[in-house]
């Protein structure tokens, strides 16, 4: 992390499909959105239900308000793109400096208004339990399809790899090319011609390593699930889920990932 | 809660009313930002039948603040109304609006964007409100 110390992320695009969870309620969460297309829904949840607060377009913000509770509060609301959806993510670090030299008395009316924010989210939910199935569909019983997880941000890369296959003698080394890595998994490249005379199967487990900057070095294993014939010749692009990856590796992707 | 003592310097005058008296009137055009020095007052906002009140501020609460952080026009989006006798200190208009403008864009969107949620969710619940009846 010395290398990014002080240094304040870039600005992150993030795209997400119709359903998915962009922040969930209750997580410790940093990161504010602003929505460059699509729709974004807020729901709170109460007792087993969830209630729409509000439908956010393009140019809204979404994730202030754990940013202006100063990020000590857990996300008072949850987001889910309403349709696909194209976001930007803000870091908080190049918000918080700003935010802290603003005079006292701004901060002040910001945190009253987010108290009413509260309060007025409370008040919609309140009515929509109390006036129950007449207010068409605004409180939904949480269903499979309303709790999945969260897909997992996947970041485009292109990252010169090591890999071979778990069970093969130590020395043998494939070169490969990560082009997009998540928390679950990554999706690479393999040239058909570098791999010789070993044949890549699906449910393979591969040790791959790999550096995320220039001094560090990180190792893991991982499954093919899917494997494709690229589209140009010669290469094959393999989908694959992380079987095992050590606590320190599992950090640094970690932070990796961060938008 | 007290008056924050920074609040206090921006202070350029002090107004009474009287219990019920109208402070803002909602939809009209105005910015001035007041905060409450003694007493409270009661934010409502206007339903078929009658006017519903959305909370109820005290000492070192500000009032009319939303008109001046929205981007999109400074009308008022809700009565403010004194709930018995109240004494209110008229903020220096021109430092917080100099002092609002030259905040980084994306932290006025930010705060603006808030002000924004908070009328779209009084605004659905008072339509709530107003169905049920």
């Not at chain 1, 209750?26 to 509000?54: C, H, L, N, P, R």
């Not at chain 2, 007052?41 to 009658?50: E, F, L, N, Y």
């Not at chain 2, 430092?95 to 779209?120: D, F, G, H, T, V």
């Amino acid at each position: 992390m010395t290398k990014t110390k002080g240094k304040i992320p870039p600005v992150v695009t993030l795209n997400y499909s119709n359903g998915d969870l962009i922040i969930k309620e209750g997580d410790y969460g940093i990161s504010i959105y602003e929505i460059i297309s699509g729709k974004v829904g807020i729901f709170v949840q109460s007792g087993g239900t969830e209630t729409s607060v509000a439908v956010l377009g393009p140019g809204m913000i979404v994730g202030e308000m754990a940013f202006i509770a100063g990020n000590t509060s857990t996300r008072s609301a949850s987001a889910r793109a309403l349709e696909d959806c194209c976001l930007e993510v803000w870091h908080p670090a190049m918000l918080l400096n700003a935010y802290q030299k603003m005079p006292e008395v701004l901060r002040l009316i910001a945190g009253q208004a987010l108290k009413l924010i509260v309060r007025m989210n409370k008040m919609v939910v309140e009515l929509s339990l109390k006036q129950g199935q007449t207010m068409n569909r605004q409180t939904q019983e949480l269903s499979d399809q309303w709790t999945k997880e969260r897909k997992f941000f996947r970041k485009m890369v292109s990252l010169e790899c090591v890999f071979r296959p778990v069970n093969s003698p130590k020395n043998l080394k494939f070169l490969g090319q990560i082009k997009d890595i998540s928390k679950g998994g990554l999706q690479m490249t393999v040239k058909t011609s570098g791999l010789l005379n070993c044949t890549l199967a699906s449910g393979d487990e591969l040790f791959i390593s790999t550096y995320f900057t220039s001094n560090q070095k990180v190792n893991m294993t991982a499954k093919i699930t899917r494997l494709q014939k690229g589209k140009t010749g010669g290469t094959v692009s393999l989908g694959m889920v992380f079987t095992h990856m050590d606590p320190n590796d599992r950090k640094r992707l970690g932070f990796f990932l961060m938008p | 809660m007290t008056v924050n003592s920074q609040v206090l310097a921006y202070i350029v005058s002090e107004e009474s009313y009287s219990d019920k008296a109208v402070i803002v009137k909602e939809g009209s055009v105005g910015d001035w930002v007041y905060v409450i020095l003694k007493g409270r007052v009661k934010i409502k906002k206007r339903i078929s039948g009658g006017l519903l009140t959305i909370d109820t501020l005290s000492e070192g609460n500000f009032v009319g603040e939303m008109a001046m952080l929205k981007q999109s026009n400074s009308t008022r989006s809700a009565w403010a109304v004194a709930d018995g006798p109240v004494i209110l200190g008229v903020l220096d208009s021109v430092r917080l609006l100099q002092e609002w403008e030259s905040q980084p864009a994306k932290i006025k969107k930010l705060i603006s964007n808030l002000i924004q949620n908070i009328e779209e969710s009084t605004q659905k619940a008072a339509d709530m409100i107003e169905a049920s009846k």
